[in-house]
């Protein structure tokens, strides 16, 4: 079955740096677009950045500039480098995976980032 598994978050300072990983297993998503949601307080979940099979790279505006995502297709990770964070950056961070030939996406658990001032 397929899981993703996000690590890398935490605490980060206003202006600092965190580098988010994904890791998806229970098959090859290479050709696969993945991406980064994030839900932060009293908003829906959005999605902030994905990069498609062949590197291909899109951002919300919030990130743009900001946040880099990236991929290893061999070790079908994906990982997210958020550089200048911002309080409002704090929330849970949420894997992303939208198969090619499936209906649905799948998410992972989420791992919380808290930047503080």
């Known amino acids: 079955q397929v899981q993703l598994v996000e690590s890398g978050g935490g605490l980060g300072q206003a202006g600092g740096s965190l580098r988010l990983a994904c890791t998806a297993s229970?098959?090859?998503?290479?050709?696969?677009?993945m991406g980064w949601g994030r839900r932060t307080p009293g908003k829906q979940r959005e999605l902030i950045a994905s990069?498609?099979?062949?590197?291909?790279?899109s951002y919300a505006d919030s990130v743009k500039g900001r946040f880099t995502i990236s991929r290893d297709n061999v070790r079908n990770t994906i990982y997210l480098d958020m550089n200048n964070l911002k309080p409002e950056d704090s929330g849970v961070y949420y894997c992303?995976?939208?198969?090619?030939?499936?209906?649905?996406?799948?998410w992972g658990q989420g791992t919380q980032v808290t930047v503080s001032t």
């Open positions: 992303n995976l939208n198969p090619r030939y499936q209906l649905g996406q799948y």
């Open positions: 229970g098959g090859d998503f290479s050709g696969d677009v």
């Open positions: 990069v498609s099979g062949s590197g291909r790279e």
